[in-house]
């Protein structure tokens, strides 16, 4: 199995700033994703976070406002650059791992207010 | 691109009435398909999932056959209870190791609310 910590689990941000979110599994990983569910919506995937090269972005989100690093394979950062308030959402981090037979868990969010 | 369509919400029910929550899906090649909880204030919750065609899924007294002939995922319960209370999400991922493996697509939620 896998345990995934994201730090913070919430925050109230002001408009114009920045904040970074960070995903760390107790386990080595094969894939880390990142995606975000906005007030009364589905959750949208973001990127797939790439351990050592740039994050793979889905159509509609661009690195410049959604920044992501992945240095190992355990660890993975997301974040949220000038901040408006429709970046109000949810922001979850997955990860997957063959040697689990290919589960899929997901941390417990990052729950961000921007005012 | 593979979506995933879920019954339109919210759902209310009263206490111990059965429950079925659609969800079909269009996809390549063989998805894994999951139910995920989310209740009030919290997270990300696994329900149940079905990793081929005819497996059936069951977890808290809720059940989902993968029906590959019509493309569907619904899911069940013969008796809901005021905690089942919650937002359901259908969901599929290519776990088979292609380029999309892992992501998950979700369909949009159905809220279900149960009374006493």
């Known amino acids: 199995s896998a345990v995934i910590s994201q730090k913070p689990s919430r925050d109230i941000c002001q408009r114009g700033t920045s904040l970074t979110i960070q995903c760390q599994v107790d386990?080595?990983?094969?894939?880390m994703f990142w995606y975000r569910q906005q007030p009364g919506q589905s959750l949208t995937l973001i990127a797939t976070?790439?351990?050592?090269?740039?994050?793979?972005?889905e159509s509609g989100f661009v690195i410049d406002k959604f920044p992501i690093s992945r240095p190992n394979l355990t660890f993975s950062t997301l974040t949220v650059s000038n901040m408006s308030p429709e970046d109000s959402s949810i922001y979850l981090c997955s990860v997957v791992t063959r040697s689990s037979g290919n589960t899929i868990y997901f941390g417990e969010g990052s729950w961000l207010t921007v005012v | 691109g593979d979506s995933v369509t879920q019954m339109e919400g919210p759902v209310t029910l009263s206490e111990e009435a059965f429950l079925t929550i659609n969800c079909t899906y269009t996809a390549t090649g063989y998805p894994s398909l999951f139910w995920y909880v989310q209740y009030p204030g919290e997270g990300l919750q696994l329900l149940l999932k079905?990793?081929?065609?005819?497996d059936k899924g069951s977890n808290k007294g809720f059940e989902a056959t993968y029906r590959k002939e019509t493309t569907s995922f619904h899911l069940e319960k013969g008796s809901v209870q005021v905690s089942d209370s919650a937002v359901y999400f259908c969901a599929l991922s290519d776990l088979t190791g292609g380029t999309s493996y892992g992501k998950l697509t979700f369909g949009q939620g159905t809220i279900l609310t149960v009374h006493p």
């Open positions: 386990s080595q990983v094969t894939m």
């Open positions: 976070a790439n351990q050592g090269s740039e994050a793979t972005y």
């Open positions: 079905a990793t081929k065609a005819d």
